[in-house]
């Protein structure tokens, strides 16, 4: 009696919310393309995302992130109204997702790491999974020290991993409970020490691991981001915008108030020459609550930035705190799919 007199209550809610109060929802890409693994479940194929395209188009209201903070202050948000936003500036969002955007009329926020260090390596992320999980070779024993602390793990057998290995588990990814192969043990447990460090010892670490492996771990083309240039090229037009999202991508939460607002502020300041524009929006890297902390909050607001983007899944409904909006990360699911996550977002 009760759960349906609960379930009634939700249904009320429900209809509240989309009749009265329907609020908007921002995106969250990271990278448009194909690849052969994706680990991280950062890619959405051009194909899937000329798709979800055409729904936003067709279905819901496209509007950029300026649009959004603009109606969120006068209390005019357009129904269903839909940002799209990405996060660290790879270079596909210039030959894949800008011409898409343009085709659908669509505007969209790209997030960048002005990081003068770019030419020279990956994310730190990218040059891991190409270390442990591609099929070469590697050395039975792993010893690593990171912060004066040693580890070691062994490899066992997963030392050769072969073209079969990889076949049987390239669609494996992070978020699975299962761990196929040492090699996917091994890669989560480094994956969390890397994440943990600062940009200097990380870099030292990760140039350890490539000398261990024998990799040259100069930039692949699949996984270079925005050269200076070509954030100019995104922004072109105005139907792109670009923000800030710090210069080296750390956990902030991890940092001093001091090291935060460098990195905030810097990467602002960094943007803004490049684009010879106002920069006013900002996404904090990685985006869950663990990741930031009020202090940061406060810094982002302090450097001038108008909102901030977070990563934690929510509609954006008046009252919201501009500078932690709410966003829903996008997989690579075929149009129906999305059109279906899509529409639970909005009356959920
Ligand atoms: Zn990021």
Redesign the pocket.
Known sequence: MISHTAEKMRALVRWYYGRFRPGAVILLYHRIIELPSDPYLLSVSPQHFAEHLAIVRKQYRPISLQQLVNGLRNDKVPRRAIVITF??GYFDNLIHAKPLLEQYDTPATV?VTPNPRADAHEFWWDTLERILLQPRPLPRILRLVTNRVSHEWRLGSAADYGPDDDARHRSWNYGRKDDPTQRHVIFRAVHQLLKALDDDERLRVLQDLAAWACLDIAVRPTHRVLSAAEMVRLADGGLVDVGA?TMT?PVLSRLSPAKQRAEIQQSKAHLEEILGQPVTSF?Y???LKADYTEETIMIVRETGFECACAALPGIVRRGVDVHQLPRFVVRDDDGETFAKRLSTYFYD
């Open positions: 996060d660290d997030f999202h991508h996404a890297p990685h985006g």
